[in-house]
C-alpha cells in the first residue's frame, strides 16, 4: 500500500536555507526523508506531485499546492503535467518500434524517408545522428518560435525552413542539443509509415498500456482535461503553446502514474524488442550521458554502481522529471507547474533513489 503525503499551505524558506537544504536531500533518509520533501516544497515554491515507485507499483506519492487559479482545483496524483524534453524520449520509443517492425533503420541515410531533402546533408545524416544531436543541424526553429510562438507548419514545411540548414560538423564527430533535428526525426518516420506521429504513439504506448491522461497536444495545453496551469513562482500565468510541428520536441504530458507505468513498460522490454531497448538506453555521447532522445546516468545505489533512467524536461513553468533503477526498478518522479529549480529536482530523485534502495526499513 503506497503512503500519500499533501501539503497546501507554505512558508517559504530564505536562499541560505534553500542551500542547506539541498545538502540534506543527500543525506537523510525515511521519515527525515520525507520532511525533506516539505522543506524543499516550501523552498521551491513548489506545486505539483513527487512519486516514489518500484516497478509499476506506488510506494508513496507527495501531492503540493493548486493546479489551477481558480478555487477548488488541488494538485492531486491524477493532474496533467506537460513533460518538455522528455518528448524526445518517448518520441525515440516511437521510433524503434518502427525499427521493430522493419519500417525504418536508424542507420540508413535520412534521403531514404525524405528524398526531397537537400542532397549533400541527406547522404550524411542518419535517424541514429538525429535523436542524439550528433548531426550538427543548426537549431534554427528556437529562434523562430522566440519571434513567434504561433508560427504554424506542415512536417515537411517545418523541415524545409528550420532544418535545412548548413551542417555545423559532420555528423557523429561531437554533440549539439537541437530541436530542429526532431523535425526531420517526424516528417521520416511519417513519410516512411504513412502514419501521423500522434496515431503511431497512441499504437505504441497509450493504447497497449491503458493510458488515460498521457497523450500528444499541440495548441493550448489547458484544454486537455486535469491539466495544471503553467505560472510562475509569484503565481502570474506563463501560458504555453505549442506548435503540431514541435510534438516530438515537446508535446508529450503525462501523470505521474502513468509516467511510472510507461517507465517499467519499456525498461522491461514490454514496448520494445531487446535489441532496441538496449539501442535506446545506450549512451552515444558518455560526457553528454546522452543515448537517444534522453540520458542515463550511473549512481552508486547501496553500495553498488547502478545504471539509472534519467529523463527530465521543460515547457515554460513546466518541469518534469523521472528515472528509473534499470532492472530492479526504483523510481521517483517529479512534476511541477511553477518553474522549480531543475538541479534541485535532482537531488530530491538522488535522495529518493537512496531511500528505496538503501532505507526503504527506516
Given at each position: 500500500?503506497?503512503?500519500?503525503?499533501?501539503?497546501?499551505?507554505?512558508?517559504?524558506?530564505?536562499?541560505?536555507a534553500?542551500?542547506?537544504?539541498?545538502?540534506?536531500?543527500?543525506?537523510q533518509?525515511?521519515?527525515?526523508?520525507?520532511?525533506?520533501?516539505?522543506?524543499?516544497?516550501?523552498?521551491?515554491?513548489?506545486?505539483?506531485?513527487?512519486?516514489?515507485?518500484?516497478?509499476?507499483?506506488?510506494?508513496?506519492?507527495?501531492?503540493?499546492?493548486?493546479?489551477?487559479?481558480?478555487?477548488?482545483?488541488?494538485?492531486?496524483?491524477?493532474?496533467?503535467?506537460?513533460?518538455?524534453?522528455?518528448?524526445?524520449?518517448?518520441?525515440?520509443?516511437?521510433?524503434?518500434?518502427?525499427?521493430?517492425?522493419?519500417?525504418?533503420?536508424?542507420?540508413?541515410?535520412?534521403?531514404?524517408?525524405?528524398?526531397?531533402?537537400?542532397?549533400?546533408?541527406?547522404?550524411?545524416?542518419?535517424?541514429?545522428?538525429?535523436?542524439?544531436?550528433?548531426?550538427?543541424?543548426?537549431?534554427?526553429?528556437?529562434?523562430?518560435?522566440?519571434?513567434?510562438?504561433?508560427?504554424?507548419?506542415?512536417?515537411?514545411?517545418?523541415?524545409?525552413?528550420?532544418?535545412?540548414?548548413?551542417?555545423?560538423?559532420?555528423?557523429?564527430?561531437?554533440?549539439?542539443?537541437?530541436?530542429?533535428?526532431?523535425?526531420?526525426?517526424?516528417?521520416?518516420?511519417?513519410?516512411?509509415?504513412?502514419?501521423?506521429?500522434?496515431?503511431?504513439?497512441a499504437?505504441?504506448?497509450?493504447?497497449?498500456?491503458?493510458?488515460?491522461?498521457?497523450?500528444?497536444?499541440?495548441?493550448?495545453?489547458?484544454?486537455?482535461?486535469?491539466?495544471?496551469?503553467?505560472?510562475?513562482a509569484d503565481?502570474?500565468?506563463?501560458?504555453?503553446?505549442?506548435?503540431?510541428?514541435?510534438?516530438?520536441?515537446?508535446?508529450?504530458?503525462?501523470?505521474?502514474?502513468?509516467?511510472?507505468?510507461?517507465?517499467?513498460a519499456?525498461?522491461?522490454?514490454?514496448?520494445?524488442?531487446?535489441?532496441?531497448?538496449?539501442?535506446?538506453?545506450?549512451?552515444?555521447?558518455?560526457?553528454?550521458?546522452?543515448?537517444?532522445?534522453?540520458?542515463?546516468?550511473?549512481?552508486?545505489?547501496?553500495?553498488?554502481?547502478?545504471?539509472?533512467?534519467?529523463?527530465?524536461?521543460?515547457?515554460?513553468?513546466?518541469?518534469?522529471?523521472?528515472?528509473?533503477?534499470?532492472?530492479?526498478?526504483?523510481?521517483?518522479?517529479?512534476?511541477?507547474?511553477?518553474?522549480?529549480?531543475?538541479p534541485?529536482?535532482?537531488?530530491?530523485?538522488?535522495?529518493?533513489?537512496?531511500?528505496?534502495?538503501?532505507?526503504?526499513s527506516?
Amino acid at each position: 500500500m503506497s503512503r500519500t503525503f499533501a501539503w497546501t499551505r507554505r512558508s517559504f524558506l530564505t536562499n541560505s536555507a534553500l542551500v542547506c537544504m539541498a545538502s540534506s536531500l543527500r543525506a537523510q533518509t525515511g521519515s527525515s526523508f520525507r520532511d525533506t520533501v516539505k522543506h524543499y516544497a516550501q523552498a521551491q515554491h513548489f506545486s505539483g506531485v513527487i512519486l516514489l515507485g518500484k516497478q509499476d507499483s506506488i510506494v508513496e506519492q507527495y501531492v503540493f499546492g493548486d493546479a489551477r487559479t481558480e478555487p477548488g482545483t488541488p494538485v492531486t496524483l491524477e493532474t496533467v503535467f506537460e513533460g518538455g524534453s522528455i518528448s524526445k524520449w518517448i518520441a525515440s520509443i516511437v521510433v524503434l518500434k518502427q525499427v521493430d517492425k522493419d519500417k525504418l533503420s536508424l542507420d540508413v541515410p535520412i534521403s531514404t524517408y525524405l528524398p526531397a531533402f537537400r542532397k549533400d546533408n541527406g547522404a550524411k545524416l542518419t535517424m541514429a545522428h538525429l535523436m542524439s544531436h550528433q548531426s550538427g543541424v543548426p537549431n534554427q526553429v528556437i529562434p523562430a518560435l522566440r519571434a513567434d510562438r504561433r508560427l504554424q507548419a506542415t512536417a515537411d514545411e517545418a523541415v524545409a525552413r528550420w532544418a535545412s540548414g548548413d551542417l555545423q560538423f559532420e555528423p557523429g564527430s561531437t554533440w549539439d542539443y537541437s530541436h530542429s533535428n526532431w523535425l526531420l526525426v517526424r516528417a521520416a518516420v511519417e513519410h516512411a509509415t504513412s502514419r501521423t506521429y500522434e496515431e503511431l504513439a497512441a499504437e505504441t504506448l497509450w493504447k497497449p498500456l491503458g493510458l488515460k491522461h498521457s497523450g500528444i497536444f499541440y495548441g493550448e495545453s489547458l484544454a486537455i482535461p486535469g491539466m495544471a496551469e503553467s505560472r510562475k513562482a509569484d503565481g502570474t500565468p506563463d501560458p504555453s503553446t505549442m506548435p503540431s510541428f514541435m510534438a516530438m520536441v515537446g508535446g508529450f504530458y503525462s501523470n505521474a502514474p502513468e509516467m511510472l507505468r510507461i517507465l517499467d513498460a519499456v525498461d522491461k522490454e514490454k514496448i520494445l524488442s531487446k535489441a532496441s531497448t538496449e539501442r535506446l538506453f545506450t549512451l552515444r555521447m558518455p560526457e553528454q550521458h546522452y543515448a537517444l532522445g534522453g540520458r542515463v546516468r550511473t549512481r552508486t545505489l547501496h553500495g553498488k554502481e547502478r545504471t539509472v533512467i534519467w529523463e527530465d524536461g521543460s515547457n515554460r513553468s513546466f518541469r518534469m522529471l523521472a528515472v528509473r533503477v534499470r532492472g530492479s526498478g526504483e523510481a521517483v518522479i517529479v512534476m511541477n507547474h511553477r518553474g522549480t529549480d531543475q538541479p534541485a529536482m535532482g537531488d530530491v530523485a538522488d535522495a529518493g533513489l537512496k531511500w528505496l534502495c538503501d532505507d526503504q526499513s527506516t
